[in-house]
């Protein structure tokens, strides 16, 4: 069901947490341990738990705690989306390579349920995705590509949805 004006389910189905996420390389963990020292990222207090050594799953966490509490004792929304942003634009920049630009170009954002404990979001981008971009762009073309993150707690019971277009142009 969409009851808002971005088009986001306001009543989503539980989605649990995956239990066996694709294994990190030993470049991957050295992404993750820069992404959570960058000071940007660190701001929001969320950290980043897991990077596929393909990039097509990344793993993040919100916890609760004084760092992302707001005044009404509940996650800070800007924790929240901050905590996801770069997310989707650094794995298509990371799997489509040097030959594309990758930006992030809209964002619509929906509190669900407050969170009063970690929230985590999982990103998967799936080969026959990036394969599609790599299909449709030629040389100087671009497009739009809407991707939908969920913040959930450790049961699965949704938060926030935030549903994020990126434009990506081949470059030559």
């Given at each position: ?135 449709a762009l030629g ?34």
């Amino acid at each position: 069901m969409s009851d808002s004006p971005t088009g986001v389910d306001r009543d989503p189905e539980p989605r649990p947490l995956r239990e066996d996420p694709p294994a990190e390389s030993g470049r991957t963990r050295l992404w993750r341990l820069g992404f959570n020292l960058l000071p940007a990222y660190r701001g929001t207090g969320a950290r980043v738990d897991h990077i596929a050594a393909d990039w097509r799953y990344v793993r993040i966490r919100v916890p609760f705690n004084w760092r992302t509490r707001n005044a009404v004792g509940t996650i800070f929304g800007g924790s929240i989306y901050g905590a996801i942003d770069p997310v989707y634009m650094t794995m298509l920049r990371r799997i489509l390579g040097d030959g594309f630009t990758v930006w992030d170009k809209s964002a619509a954002l929906e509190f669900i349920e407050p969170g009063r404990e970690a929230l985590y979001a999982e990103f998967d981008l799936p080969t026959a995705e990036t394969e599609a971009i790599r299909d449709a762009l030629g040389p100087r073309e671009s497009t739009d590509r809407e991707y939908l993150v969920s913040l959930v707690d450790e049961e699965g019971a949704v938060h926030a949805a935030c549903e994020k277009t990126l434009y990506v142009r081949r470059d030559a």
